[in-house]
């Protein structure tokens, strides 16, 4: 297990940053101050509402003090890359998407240890561990940021190419954090099967409610369809995989990490689920609206 947590698991991490990166360029940083409402919608609610409401439920949810903190590790993470994929399936404004998942993503190096520091004081009080802040910095910069540099660079140069493997290196990297996250479950699952039926369901309403509270401030804030629809699939998506890295990696105890793998396969589901549903009722209003301007 600790072979599998310690080496391929951040390994299957950098793949999956460095697939981000392949199919980032200066125009999505850009695009930050092009269409400053819109991101600064997405930005806010992942940065600040996101983690209130992990923090709320962790208070009020009946459950292990480590699982709460597990939940705040989650919270404390980047939007997930999938989100990009669910964001296209849905017809949403996937440049806007891919530039919330890349910023936020490089502001994990704060983020991360901020939160997670915070709420191990919080939770576990004197039993908290120590979370070693420089390593947490460090490790996030190799396994996050220069990963994702590097892919920009490799696009960069070659462009063919990263379009070309952008696609093949994502599709590996999610097989990889779905097979990491089975073996993980199968060789400790006597510790770690109780804490599941406690965890499920927390993260389904986690998961849930960050769909409906973007999906509610977008549409107040007057987004337009595309912009709505990916500020709410950015917020319901997280990078379950960091979440993971720092519970069994930084913190030593893979218990912390149980939320984020729980949510990391529920949000496939909800996250699909929504797409698909908003896909459809974006076909229609766009058929209706032909039906009438013809």
């Known amino acids: 297990m600790g072979f599998i947590t310690n080496v391929i698991l951040p390994l299957a991490l950098a793949l999956i940053m460095f697939a981000m990166g392949l199919g980032l360029t200066g125009r999505d940083f850009a695009r930050v101050f092009a269409q400053p409402k819109d991101f600064l919608a997405g930005a806010g609610l992942q940065l600040i509402v996101l983690p209130a409401a992990a923090f709320l439920l962790a208070s009020i949810w009946p459950m292990a003090a480590i699982l709460a903190v597990g939940l ?9 890359t999938t989100s990009n ?11 806007l998407s891919i530039s919330l998942t890349a910023v936020i993503s490089l502001l994990a190096v704060l983020t991360v240890p901020l939160i997670v520091g915070n709420s191990l004081t919080h939770f576990l009080g004197q039993d ?7 390593e947490t910095v460090l490790k996030i910069t190799a ?17 063919a190419f990263a379009d070309w493997a952008g ?3 994502r599709l590996l990297s999610t097989a990889v954090f779905l097979l990491v996250v089975i073996a993980g479950l199968v060789v400790s699952r006597e510790d770690i099967v109780p804490f599941f039926t406690v965890a499920g369901p927390v993260c ?6 960050m769909l409906a509270i973007a999906h509610g401030v977008a549409t107040g804030l007057r987004l337009k369809r595309p912009q709505r629809i990916a500020v709410t699939i950015e917020c319901g998506f997280q990078n379950a995989t960091l979440g993971i890295v720092v519970g069994t990696t930084l913190l030593n105890d893979v218990r912390f990490a149980i939320p ?8 496939l589901f909800t996250g699909l689920g929504y797409s698909i549903l908003v896909a459809r009722r974006s076909a229609a209003e766009d058929a209706g609206q032909d039906r009438t301007g013809s």
Do not use: E, K, Q, W
């Open 72 to 80: 705040m590790i989650l919270a404390s993470c980047p939007g997930g």
């Open 85 to 95: 994929l669910m964001t296209l399936i849905a017809r949403g404004d996937v440049a």
């Open 128 to 134: 908290a561990p120590p979370l070693p802040v420089l």
């Open 143 to 159: 396994i996050v940021v220069v990963p994702t540099a590097l892919g920009m660079l490799v696009r960069r140069l070659a462009p």
């Open 167 to 169: 696609g093949h290196t």
């Open 204 to 209: 389904l309403v986690f998961n849930l409610l």
């Open 260 to 267: 984020s793998a729980v949510y990391g396969l529920i949000m």
